[in-house]
């Protein structure tokens, strides 16, 4: 098992360009998340799917947008890059049964500069 | 607003010292706590925590929740410079937030 795997691992980019992360997962889980990471600031949620077909807003969506394709896969796109995205990308996974969610299984991460 | 806070948000300490880390947290529909390790790469699950009281352990590490209170501990005895790394708490509330972190070293 490969677990969660994300691409690209390095990217730059230059202000008002656009991309798109890609993560998979082959765990069979049904939830997945896609988080920033700041210096200082932890993980913060920018969007997450609880289930195929649904997707939510987390604390930081401004400037995203995903796509949860089928059950494995769950992109990001930015859209005009900003450089307040620069950041750490880590889409994650779990085990989601009867509204209760299990530990997230991580991503290697995805290292954004944008100039 | 949900809140989890870490504290403290560093330390260091020397091999064979006893670390506690602590984690409060207000969130409107609590249905469990997780820790995590990060070493420089993605984080790792280390517990998972939904009734009071109950200690979970695994090696040198353990883990409580205060659902009273509102807060859970991370300890980590006889310390080793492997345990060096940011260790997170995230709330399930749901979706999961976490905290800062805070960043542990171990010196030799």
């Known amino acids: 098992n490969a677990g969660v795997t994300q691409t690209p691992k390095f990217q730059v980019l230059k202000t008002g360009q656009s991309m798109t992360l890609q993560c998979a997962q082959d765990m069979n889980h049904n939830s997945m998340y896609w988080y920033r990471q700041d210096p200082g600031m932890g993980l913060r949620l920018i969007y997450y799917?609880?289930?195929?077909?649904?997707?939510d807003k987390g604390e930081v969506p401004n400037g995203y947008n995903v796509s949860r394709l089928n059950k494995r896969e769950f992109s990001l796109r930015l859209e005009s890059a900003a450089p307040s995205q620069t950041s750490v990308y880590f889409c994650?996974?779990?085990?989601?049964?009867?509204?209760?969610?299990?530990?997230?299984?991580f991503g290697p991460g995805t290292r954004l500069t944008v100039t | 607003e949900d809140k989890v806070v870490q504290s403290p948000l560093s330390l260091v300490v020397h091999e064979g010292d006893t670390v506690t880390l602590n984690c409060s947290y207000e969130?409107?529909?609590?249905?469990?706590l997780l820790w995590y390790k990060q070493e420089k790469k993605a984080p790792t699950f280390l517990f998972m925590l939904?009734?009071?009281?109950i200690e979970k352990k695994s090696g040198r590490l353990s883990s409580i929740l205060d659902k009273k209170e509102l807060f859970s501990i991370l300890n980590i005895t006889a310390t080793q410079t492997g345990d060096s790394a940011v260790y997170l708490c995230a709330v399930e509330a749901p979706p999961p937030g976490f905290g800062a972190g805070t960043t542990v070293t171990v010196r030799a």
């Open positions: 939904t009734s009071s009281g």
């Open positions: 994650a996974s779990s085990e989601r049964t009867s509204g209760f969610s299990y530990e997230q299984y």
């Open positions: 969130v409107t529909n609590f249905r469990s």
């Open positions: 799917s609880a289930s195929e077909g649904t997707t």
